[in-house]
Every structure is written in structure tokens, then in C-alpha cells.
T-cell receptor, first 115, second 114 residues
Framework: AQKITQTQPGMFVQEKEAVTLDCTYDTSDPSYGLFWYKQPSSGEMIFLIYQGSYDQQNATEGRYSLNFQKARKSANLVISASQLGDSAMYFCAMKNSGGYQKVTFGTGTKLQVIP | DAMVIQNPRYQVTQFGKPVTLSCSQTLNHNVMYWYQQKSSQAPKLLFHYYDKDFNNEADTPDNFQSRRPNTSFCFLDIRSPGLGDAAMYLC?????????????FGPGTRLTVT
């Protein structure tokens, strides 16, 4: 069974500062993918960034980077230069590479960016 | 633009009155998912289709059914909605194969049960 843990229910960050959202995972499969999604108050889930278990380098997408520490089973999201529009719920998720296509979500972190 | 479309965006139904939510995609993805998300909670997977193969989660109530008549469309039927079924319903798609591909989500349908 796979499990995703997000221990920060809520976070505050000052505008233009960087923030790290924590995510740890547990799986017995050697091949998996880790994702981060953003969900604004409108409800739509927006894909941010992906990290494969065999990727040698940490993923980056613009202001988003994923701090992947495989031995620790952590996949923290780093948002640099926070903007007011970054205020939203952030979900970490995991998918195994097998034929069964289930994705497991964490409980989410609510990020609020302060002007 | 290729996308995942959900209709309607807001749906109000009466207690016990059947309701159908729809999802369509132009991505030609093999896999389509239905999630239920209640306020301040993570999305909860109800079921998914891999092509025509239906995969039901063990804890999905029998009240929830799904149909996928073709690659592009998938429907969620709630046979007798209860007050506890009021939620956001999210449809998502992804490539199949054995890779680890991200899911593309639709904008969701917010269901109210009166």
C-alpha cells in the first residue's frame, strides 16, 4: 500500500519569500512518480511538478522545485519568490508505475501569502 | 486546446433524486477517474476506467455508478443522493501504459443536495 503524508495543515509566507511544503511518502514499489498539485479556491486542480523515482536530478518548473530525497522518502515542494496568487491548497500525490493506475493524495497544505 | 471538460459546473439536486455528472476529454487518454472532494479534504478516488476496464474502489458506495461509452466521455451517476453526497466531484484523465504520468483535472462539478 502507498501512503502520502503532509504534516503542515497551514502555512504562511511573506510575499517574495521562499516557502517549503513538506511531503513524505511510503511505498514498497521501486518505480513511482510524485506530483504536486495546486488547488485555488475555485476548486480546479492544477498540476505543478513531477518527479520520477529514477530521476537523478530534482525537478524544477519555473518558481517551483521539488526537493527529492529518496532515502528519506521525502518530496518537498519549494516555491521561490512567493506571489499573492500562490495562496491555495497544495496536494502532494503519488502514483505507482504498475498497471493499476491509482493515485494517492496527501491531506494537503493550505498556503497563505501575506502582502 | 486539449482539455478535460465537466458539465455542469454547479448542480443542485433533491434528496433521493438521481443525478448524472458528465466529463469529456480531448486528450485521448486511456484512463479516466472520478474523485469526490469534500471541503478541506483530499480528493477521494471513487473509481477509474482504464480504457473500458472499470475499477471500483472498495469503499465506494453502491449509490455511485459510472459509465464510459467511449474514450472521450465518462459519466458519474448518483442513484439516490443523500445530504452526505454534497461535494465537489472531480474528473481527471491520464495516459495509461506503465509509466507514471500526471493527471489532468477538469474544473469540477459542485453538487448541492437539498
Amino acid at each position: 500500500a502507498q501512503k502520502i503524508t503532509q504534516t503542515q495543515p497551514g502555512m504562511f509566507v511573506q510575499e517574495k519569500e521562499a516557502v517549503t511544503l513538506d511531503c513524505t511518502y511510503d511505498t514498497s514499489d521501486p518505480s513511482y512518480g510524485l506530483f504536486w498539485y495546486k488547488q485555488p479556491s475555485s476548486g480546479e486542480m492544477i498540476f505543478l511538478i513531477y518527479q520520477g523515482s529514477y530521476d537523478q536530478q530534482n525537478a524544477t518548473e519555473g518558481r517551483y522545485s521539488l526537493n527529492f530525497q529518496k532515502a528519506r522518502k521525502s518530496a518537498n515542494l519549494v516555491i521561490s519568490a512567493s506571489q499573492l496568487g500562490d495562496s491555495a491548497m497544495y496536494f502532494c500525490a503519488m502514483k505507482n508505475s504498475g498497471g493499476y493506475q491509482k493515485v494517492t493524495f496527501g491531506t494537503g497544505t493550505k498556503l497563505q501569502v501575506i502582502p | 486546446d486539449a482539455m478535460v471538460i465537466q458539465n455542469p459546473r454547479y448542480q443542485v439536486t433533491q434528496f433521493g433524486k438521481p443525478v448524472t455528472l458528465s466529463c469529456s476529454q480531448t486528450l485521448n487518454h486511456n484512463v479516466m477517474y472520478w474523485y469526490q472532494q469534500k471541503s478541506s479534504q483530499a480528493p477521494k478516488l471513487l473509481f477509474h476506467y482504464y480504457d473500458k476496464d472499470f475499477n471500483n474502489e472498495a469503499d465506494t458506495p453502491d449509490n455511485f455508478q459510472s459509465r464510459r461509452p467511449n474514450t472521450s466521455f465518462c459519466f458519474l451517476d448518483i442513484r439516490s443522493p443523500g445530504l452526505g453526497d454534497a461535494a465537489m466531484y472531480l474528473c481527471a484523465t491520464s495516459r495509461g501504459d506503465r509509466g507514471t504520468y500526471e493527471q489532468y483535472f477538469g474544473p469540477g462539478t459542485r453538487l448541492t443536495v437539498t
